[in-house]
């Protein structure tokens, strides 16, 4: 079992829809969840982040954690053709001290 | 400005020619990493360093090396590439091992 996983996609909304991507991780202990876009060709940027205490808005994006569950989800609210990116989900565990990548969900959002 | 810079950006090679992949931070990070990204894989780490001088082996360190002699600089050595070498590398930086990575530009490399 990957220690993180994500769908691979693609995921296509239209425009103005709310995207939803998850993410689950393995290593119960994990502490910190990590959300980067990655439009192609390009180097991954750092939307968003949150620890293992709680769920985080900023702006038009939500990112909540399921400890019981072990995942973690990005919401994109009023989804826009410029979100359309690949979205990489990092988990830093408890165990492994750096961050481990997810393989990305490609998202396309149609106008 | 706050920046991981790497070079070069695009590199065509030939099987067996040492090369070297520079990396740069300017935001006093101790913590620097390199991946390589290839489809379906995600990022996979390669080598990481805590601090100068000290560097330790990532998922898949064969065929690399590292060296960490500053602070700011984590340069990525291929001394023999191979055709499986060939991948979109990524430096990247952070306050501590963990924490929010900063990624330079990327080097898409091809080996023939």
């Known amino acids: 079992q990957k220690e993180v996983e994500q769908n691979s996609g693609p995921l296509s909304v239209p425009e103005g829809a709310i995207a939803s991507l998850n993410c689950t991780y393995s290593?119960?202990?994990?502490?910190?969840f990590f959300w980067y876009r990655q439009y192609s060709g390009k180097s991954p940027e750092l939307i968003m982040f949150?620890?293992?205490?709680g769920d985080k808005e900023d702006g038009r994006f939500t990112a909540q954690l399921n400890k019981a569950s072990q995942y973690v989800s990005l919401l994109i609210r009023d989804s826009q053709p410029s979100d359309s990116a690949t979205y990489l989900c990092?988990?830093?565990?408890?165990?492994?001290?750096?961050?481990?990548f997810g393989s990305g969900t490609q998202l396309t959002v149609l106008p | 400005e706050a920046q991981v810079t790497q070079n070069p950006r695009y590199l065509i090679t030939v099987t067996g020619k040492k090369l070297t992949v520079t990396c740069s931070q300017n935001?006093?990070?101790?913590?620097m990493s390199w991946y390589r990204q290839d489809p379906g894989l995600g990022l996979r780490q390669i080598y990481y360093?805590?601090?100068?001088?000290?560097?330790d082996k990532g998922d898949v360190p064969e065929g690399y090396k590292v060296s960490r002699k500053e602070k700011r600089n984590f340069p990525l050595i291929l001394e023999s590439p191979s055709p499986n070498q060939t991948s979109l590398y990524f430096c990247?930086?952070?306050?501590?091992?963990?924490?929010?990575?900063?990624f330079g530009q990327g080097t898409r490399l091809t080996v023939v």
């Open positions: 990247a930086s952070s306050f501590s091992q963990g924490a929010r990575a900063f």
């Open positions: 290593d119960r202990g994990s502490q910190s």
């Open positions: 949150i620890y293992s205490n």
């Open positions: 990092a988990v830093k565990s408890g165990s492994a001290r750096q961050l481990t």
């Open positions: 935001m006093n990070h101790e913590y």
């Open positions: 360093s805590m601090n100068v001088e000290v560097t």
